[in-house]
């Protein structure tokens, strides 16, 4: 069973001719309505693959808490931990999403902004239970530190998105950062090459194994001294929203199955690849059987 501590978010999304810069307003196409969330999209990620799925995480009392509770409950993910929130909306994002597929995001947190501790000790026996512990940062840190020390299986954080002064849980077996998060992990610049990724994934310290996620370049997995690139599935991209989501939920699939993290991570690279060719957060997640046959053409 795969356990999701993490954020719920109704996505509003619209096409934009490129991305403003600041101060400047650019017109943009109909806007697009989705549910979203980086917790709730890697929850329906791993459940459309096949997990076991349970969430904790918070949701408002207005309309776009029911859209997003639906939107679970209907992909199987067990909602049980979800608490509705007296006086507070349901998370948000904004999302500009450009011709190439690159997007810019802003989030409203909402009810995320009060995930607590408490929710985590309410849900203590299913994160004893569960054999992956899925954590982002969408949601306070006081939560994550919490479901750490009270998961019973491998804890996986995607420290996104990345936030100053953000503490990392006491427990990481596995770290899923991408390039921006990397550079605000370590205080480097943003790393361009893979000499430059691997010498700043070097700096990390606290975590098992890590995994940075590089977009179009793939994925680089360090683990003990040795570390490995795992090059991207080339695809035409349409929407990069969810890649990262749906790579951290095909991860924690995969890892929950027993495959080693190299066996996990080109699964979720697979993964990852289908969802760039759609549009929106949880309507371009893929299912199992499309995982399976997008690998067996790439042979």
Do not use: Y
Not at 53 to 59: E, I, K, T
Not at 265 to 274: L, S, V
Not at 278 to 293: F, I
């Amino acid at each position: 069973m795969i356990a999701v501590v993490g954020s719920l978010n109704l996505d509003l999304v619209a096409p934009v001719p490129r991305h403003p810069v600041p101060g400047e307003t650019v017109l943009g196409g109909d806007i697009a309505q989705h549910p979203g969330g980086k917790g709730a999209n890697q929850a329906v990620a791993a459940a459309r693959l096949g997990g076991n799925v349970a969430f904790v995480g918070r949701v408002g009392e207005d309309d776009a808490a029911d859209v997003m509770l639906d939107a679970v409950r209907s992909e199987g993910v067990d909602a049980t931990h979800i608490t509705r929130t007296p006086g507070v909306a349901t998370g948000r994002a904004l999302i500009a999403v450009d011709p190439a597929g690159e997007n810019t995001i802003l989030v409203s947190p909402g009810a995320n902004a009060r995930v607590g501790a408490a929710d985590c000790e309410a849900a203590a026996d299913l994160l004893r239970k569960a054999a992956v512990t899925v954590l982002q940062q969408e949601v306070p840190d006081e939560a994550n530190h919490a479901a750490a020390r009270l998961a019973g299986g491998i804890v996986l954080h995607n420290p996104a998105p990345a936030v100053a002064g953000a503490v990392p849980p006491p427990r990481v077996d596995v770290l899923v950062p991408n390039r921006t998060e990397l550079a605000a992990l370590t205080g480097t610049s943003v790393p361009e090459t893979i000499d430059e990724v691997v010498a700043a994934a070097r700096k990390l310290t606290g975590a098992g194994a890590v995994l940075v996620t590089l977009g179009g370049d793939g994925v680089l997995l360090l683990e003990g001294t040795a570390h490995l690139h795992i090059p991207a599935f080339r695809v035409r991209p349409v929407d990069t929203t969810a890649a990262g989501d749906s790579f951290c939920g095909a991860l924690a699939v995969a890892l929950a199955e027993g495959r080693t993290l190299e066996q996990a991570a080109r699964w979720a690279c697979a993964a990852a690849a289908i969802s760039t060719t759609r549009a929106g957060a949880q309507p371009s997640l893929a299912r199992r059987d499309e995982v399976e046959a997008f690998l067996a053409r790439q042979r």
